[in-house]
């Protein structure tokens, strides 16, 4: 009996690999919001490294987190564009990979490095995300307080 040499891919994966729009001004981050916002149900929120939600969010919670993370990223990417946000579909998206203004390394990977996103907003349950950074103390008190642990 020979064993496969190809690892297969989860469909989560496939997609968080998969094709996406960057997000490039703030004006298209609005737009988003505003899309995720019109249709509420069914969205995990996920911060990569820690263990993937069980369910899909509230509307109030997703709320929430659309108002706290945007707040986040206009207050530590002091840029006059957007640039880290990513969505599969910017019209109707599934699947939005959110990148930490305090580790961006190369979000598309141009580098050969990979560097993972700090948040995803996704219809998909997501999988436990390996993070090999140390996220500081205060980037973890805030992500607990937005959860309520």
Not at 42 to 55: F, L, R, S, T
Not at 91 to 116: E, R, V
Not at 125 to 135: S, Y
């Amino acid at each position: 009996m020979t064993e496969s040499l190809v690892s297969t891919q989860s469909d989560f994966q496939g997609r968080l690999t998969g094709s996406f729009s960057n997000v490039l001004t703030w004006e298209q981050l609005a737009a988003l919001w505003a899309t995720v916002r019109d249709q509420p149900e069914g969205w995990y929120i996920y911060a990569v490294g820690e263990e993937p939600p069980e369910g899909p969010a509230s509307a109030s919670a997703l709320d929430r987190f659309l108002v706290e993370i945007d707040a986040l990223l206009h207050r530590e990417h002091r840029e006059d564009y957007c640039g880290i946000v990513y969505a599969d579909d910017r019209s109707k998206p599934a699947f939005i990979k959110i990148f930490d203004p305090h580790n961006l390394g190369s979000s598309c990977g141009s580098s050969g490095m990979i560097t993972l996103p700090g948040w995803l907003l996704t219809r998909m349950r997501p999988e436990l995300l390996r993070d090999p950074r140390v996220l500081p103390e205060g980037r973890k008190r805030w992500w607990r307080s937005l959860i309520g642990l």
